[in-house]
C-alpha cells in the first residue's frame, strides 16, 4: 500500500528527470534506495508518529542513499586505477579549505570575544563538508548565495582570508569596505552574491542569477555555461521564498543547485518539531526535480552528489535539490550559550566530524602522509594569523562612506540644509525623530 512517504522518485516523470547520460547509471538513481546513514540523529521524536502510519521503515525506504551513488561510482571509475574517489591533489585541497574554514571560525570566535567584531556572528564549525564538497568544484564565473552563516563559502569561493577578516573587523579593506560585516559578505571577482541576514532571502537572488545564465546562453547566444548554487537551512525550507523558486527554477529548467545545510536546528527549533513533513530532499520532486539526501558530514559523499548535480546544471539540464544532513558544532551565533541541544546529540555528531573523516580516508588510502598534512595545518594557521593583523591594521572606513550608495535621501535625512552630512553633527546621535 503506499504511504505519503512514498518516494516521489518513483513517479515516471521524474525518472525521465534523471535520465543523465545514455551510457551512465544516474548517481541520483531512484531504484537504489537505502537507508539514510544517519538522518534524524536529532534526539528529539518526529512529531508525527503518533498521528500518522509512518514508520521508521517508510522512511527509510524514500531516501535515495548518496553512500550507494558514491559505491556506484567508485566501482565505475576508470579514470582512477586505485578506484578511489579522489586524487592526491584533490584531497589535499579539500583538506585545505576545510581546514580553513575551521581556523578561521575558531579566530572569529577569539577574535568575537575580544571585541574586535560587532553584531551578530554565526559560524560554520562541523558544516564543512557542504562548503567544500561543492564550492571546491565551481568555476570563478560560477555564482555563490549564503546565508548568515556565510564567511566559510566566501572562503571556499575564493575570497581571500584576510578580505573576509577584514570585513568582520568593520574596515575598509573588507570585501565590502566594512558596511556588510558578518552577515552580508560580498565579492563581485569572485561572484559571491551575499550573505542574507533575512533568511531565505538569497534563494530568489540565486535563482536570479540562474534566469540570467540561461538568458545569456539562450536568448544572447553567449557561450554561458555558469551554475548557481544556493545554501540555506533547514528551517528556512519553511519560507515562501523556497518554495517559489523551487517551481520557476524547475519550470524554466534554470542551472541552478538548492544545497540545504539541514543541521537540524534553526535557532532552538528543532527540525522535527517545526516542519509538517521534515524530509526536506523530497520536495525536489514534488516540483519536477531531484532531490537527494546526502550524509553532509562527509565531504567524499557530498562531492559525489555535487558533481552530478552541478553537471545536470552545466548541460542544460535543470535544477537539482539537494539535502545535507549535517551539524553546526557551536551555538546559533556567538551570542548563543548553546544550552537547548542534547549533549548526547552533539555528541553523535562531533564524533563524525568531517575533518578528522577526511584525514582518515587520506591517510589510510595513502594519499597523504601525517606531514602532509601537518603542513597544510601549519599554513593555514599562517594565513589566519596574517589575515587578523592586516584587518586589525587596516584603517575604519571614513563616516561619509555610511552615506554612498544610498539611493534616495527625500526628506534630507544624511545631508542637512546647510549640505553637509548630518552624522559629521556633534549631536547627531541625540535623537533623529525631528529630521
Ligand atoms: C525572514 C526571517 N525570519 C526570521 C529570522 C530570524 N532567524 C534568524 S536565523 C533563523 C533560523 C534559521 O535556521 P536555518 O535555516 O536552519 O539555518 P541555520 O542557522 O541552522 O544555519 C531565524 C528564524 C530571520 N533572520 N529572517
Ligand atoms: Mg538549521
Given at each position: 500500500m503506499p504511504t505519503m512517504y512514498s518516494s516521489a522518485f518513483a513517479s515516471p516523470k521524474i525518472v525521465q528527470h534523471l535520465?543523465?547520460?545514455?551510457?551512465e547509471k544516474p548517481?541520483?538513481?531512484?531504484?537504489?534506495?537505502?537507508?539514510?546513514?544517519?538522518?534524524?540523529?536529532?534526539?528529539?521524536?518526529?512529531?508525527?508518529s503518533k498521528t500518522t502510519t509512518l514508520s521508521s521503515q517508510h522512511r527509510r525506504s524514500a531516501v535515495v542513499a548518496a553512500a550507494e551513488a558514491v559505491k556506484l561510482r567508485k566501482s565505475n571509475s576508470s579514470a582512477s586505477p586505485s578506484n578511489l574517489l579522489i586524487t592526491k591533489e584533490e584531497g589535499l585541497e579539500l583538506y585545505e579549505d576545510m581546514v580553513l574554514g575551521r581556523v578561521f571560525e575558531d579566530m572569529c570566535a577569539q577574535m568575537y570575544y575580544r571585541g574586535k567584531m560587532f553584531g551578530f556572528v554565526h559560524l560554520y564549525n562541523g558544516q564543512e563538508a557542504v562548503s567544500t564538497g561543492f564550492i571546491k568544484?565551481?568555476?570563478?564565473e560560477d555564482s555563490v548565495v549564503s546565508t548568515y552563516r556565510d564567511h566559510v563559502h566566501a572562503l571556499s569561493k575564493g575570497v581571500p582570508a584576510r578580505s573576509v577578516m577584514s570585513e568582520l573587523f568593520g574596515k575598509?579593506?573588507?570585501?565590502?569596505r566594512g558596511q556588510g560585516g558578518s552577515m552580508h559578505m560580498f565579492d563581485k571577482e569572485h561572484n559571491l552574491l551575499g550573505g542574507f541576514?533575512?533568511?531565505?532571502?538569497?534563494i530568489p537572488v540565486a535563482t536570479g542569477a540562474a534566469f540570467t545564465s540561461k538568458y545569456r546562453r539562450?536568448?544572447?547566444?553567449?557561450n554561458c555555461d555558469d551554475v548557481t548554487v544556493a545554501f540555506f537551512g533547514d528551517g528556512t525550507c519553511n519560507n515562501g521564498q523556497f518554495y517559489e523558486c523551487l517551481n520557476m527554477a524547475a519550470l524554466w529548467k534554470l542551472p541552478i543547485i538548492f544545497v540545504v545545510?539541514?543541521?537540524?536546528?534553526?535557532i532552538g527549533m528543532s527540525h522535527l518539531r517545526a516542519t509538517?513533513?521534515?524530509?526536506?530532499?523530497?520536495k525536489g520532486p514534488a516540483f519536477g526535480m531531484p532531490g537527494v539526501h546526502v550524509d553532509g558530514m562527509d565531504v567524499l559523499k557530498v562531492r559525489e552528489v555535487a558533481k552530478e548535480a552541478i553537471g545536470r546544471a552545466r548541460r542544460g539540464e535543470g535544477p537539482t535539490l539537494v539535502e545535507c544532513e549535517t551539524y553546526r558544532f557551536?551555538?546559533?551565533?556567538?551570542?548563543?550559550?548553546?544550552?537547548?541541544?542534547?549533549p548526547g546529540e552533539k555528541a553523535h555528531y562531533s564524533s563524525r566530524d568531517p575533518i578528522i573523516a577526511l584525514k582518515k580516508y587520506l591517510t589510510e588510502n595513502n594519499l597523504a602522509s601525517e606531514a602532509d598534512l601537518k603542513a597544510i595545518e601549519k599554513k593555514i594557521d599562517e594565513v589566519v594569523e596574517e589575515a587578523v593583523e592586516f584587518a586589525d591594521g587596516s584603517p575604519t572606513p571614513?563616516?561619509?562612506?555610511?552615506?554612498?550608495?544610498?539611493?534616495?535621501d527625500p526628506k534630507g535625512f544624511g545631508i542637512g540644509p546647510d549640505g553637509k552630512y548630518r552624522c559629521e553633527d556633534p549631536k547627531f546621535t541625540e535623537g533623529t525623530a525631528q529630521v
Open positions: 535520465n543523465l547520460r545514455s551510457n548517481l541520483f538513481d531512484p531504484s537504489k534506495s537505502a537507508p539514510p546513514t544517519s538522518f534524524f540523529g536529532s534526539t528529539h521524536e518526529f512529531c508525527l568544484l565551481l568555476k570563478k575598509a579593506t573588507g570585501c565590502c541576514a533575512f533568511i531565505g532571502e538569497g539562450e536568448v544572447l547566444n553567449e545545510e539541514n543541521n537540524l536546528w534553526a509538517s513533513d521534515p524530509v526536506i530532499w523530497k557551536r551555538g546559533h551565533s556567538l551570542a548563543d550559550p548553546d544550552e537547548l541541544r542534547d571614513p563616516r561619509s562612506q555610511l552615506l554612498e550608495n544610498v539611493f534616495a
